[in-house]
């Protein structure tokens, strides 16, 4: 049973492009969450979706990105327009159901660098 | 709204010696309480978690962590440490939002050093 999956583990972008991060929940999942990390600052909780909706979104910026979880297929989170601040790592989580007892299972990340 | 605040960045003990790390939350209730451990490279794994009854709750790799109501704080434990403990700790505090959705806030994290 694979962990959750998450692609490309480092992503090279210049000022300007679009970054786009995927993350495959483990199995029978359907609840995940995206984090970005900084260093020294922790994990930044971003988005929060189950399959087809964005139930909380109050981390994300309000322009430039984006977040998707299909029926089919991986999650997706989207950057237009990278800037250098958006350089950190990004972390995707699952987990089989909501609810405050539920422990997260992480991806290893995704290393975004902005040129 | 919940915060978790960890107030040591950096801990540096010798192999072999105790490990203390400190974590203090806010929260109006009860919270659920998690540790969690990101070794290098590597995205975060479950230490342990407390919800209810007993304050003293027993982890994986032998930390434990102690839930002190009337001090706020969670702080994680291990009477001895090995050299592959080093690692960035991570507390946590979950919540039942309004809408029902359920997200964990994450302190900023402690480094954890150790010298053989």
């Known amino acids: 049973n694979a962990g959750v999956m998450q692609n490309p583990r480092h992503l090279v972008r210049r000022r300007g492009q679009e970054a786009r991060l995927r993350c495959s929940p483990m199995?029978?999942?359907?609840?995940v969450y995206w984090y970005r990390q900084l260093p020294e600052e922790g994990l930044k909780f971003m988005v929060y979706?189950?399959?087809?909706?964005?139930?909380?979104e109050s981390g994300m910026p309000k322009e430039r990105f984006s977040a998707e979880f299909p029926k089919e297929g991986p999650s997706i989170l989207r950057i237009q327009q990278v800037v250098r601040g958006d350089s950190a790592a990004y972390f995707c989580?699952?987990?089989?159901?909501?609810?405050?007892?539920?422990?997260?299972?992480f991806g290893s990340g995704t290393q975004l660098s902005v040129l | 709204a919940q915060s978790v605040t960890q107030p040591d960045i950096h801990i540096t003990v010798s192999e072999g010696a105790s490990l203390e790390l400190r974590c203090n939350y806010s929260y109006g209730a009860t919270p659920y309480l998690f540790w969690y451990v990101q070794s290098p490279g590597q995205g975060l794994q479950l230490l342990l978690k407390y919800f209810s009854g007993d304050t003293l709750v027993q982890g994986i790799k032998g930390f434990e962590a102690e839930f002190k109501r009337s001090q706020s704080s969670f702080n994680l434990r291990k009477p001895s440490v090995h050299w592959s403990d080093a690692a960035e700790y991570f507390c946590?505090?979950?919540?039942?939002?309004?809408?029902?959705?359920?997200?964990?806030?994450f302190g900023r994290g402690t480094s954890l050093i150790v010298h053989p």
């Open positions: 946590a505090v979950g919540k039942l939002e309004a809408g029902g959705s359920y997200i964990p806030t």
């Open positions: 989580a699952s987990s089989p159901m909501a609810g405050v007892n539920e422990k997260l299972f």
């Open positions: 199995k029978g999942h359907s609840h």
């Open positions: 979706l189950q399959k087809e909706n964005i139930i909380d």
